[in-house]
Nanobody, 125 residues
Framework: QVQLVESGGGSVQAGGSLRLSCKAS????????MGWFRQIPGKEREAVAS???????HYTDSVKDRFTVSRDNPKNTLYLQINGLRPEDTAMYSC???????????????????WGQGTQVTVSS
């Protein structure tokens, strides 16, 4: 069973930056795919970005100019650098991990088996 713990969220002003982290534990393998999602209460979960074990990335169009996903495989840690934060980026950000292999790393929830509890990002104008 893979446990995922996010950190790095907080309250920032518009235009600021944050770096979110997601540490995976309880696994002896490197997940094929890891990703970030976000959700606002009352709304559906939204894909943000994902990255394969080899570093191939996928981004939702609305964030690709401001968000950068990366991972450190030896540390089993996933990152999300967010620049130019906007009030509409306010959400709970969660990370997710797949199994050891997969056919696609597009950021669809069905591609992920394990989920973290999330870290809150709040952006004020």
């Amino acid at each position: 069973q893979v446990q995922l713990v996010e950190s790095g969220g907080g309250s920032v002003q518009a235009g600021g930056s944050l770096r979110l982290s997601c540490k995976a534990s309880g696994t002896t393998y490197t997940p094929y795919c890891m990703g970030w999602f976000r959700q606002i209460p009352g709304k559906e979960r939204e894909a943000v970005a994902s990255i394969t074990q080899m570093g191939t990335t996928h981004y939702t169009d609305s964030v690709k100019d401001r968000f950068t996903v990366s991972r450190d495989n030896p540390k089993n840690t996933l990152y999300l650098q967010i620049n130019g934060l906007r009030p509409e980026d306010t959400a709970m950000y969660s990370c997710a991990a797949s199994g050891i292999s997969g056919s696609s790393c597009a950021p669809y929830p069905s591609h992920f088996a394990f989920w973290g509890q999330g870290t809150q990002v709040t952006v004020s104008s």
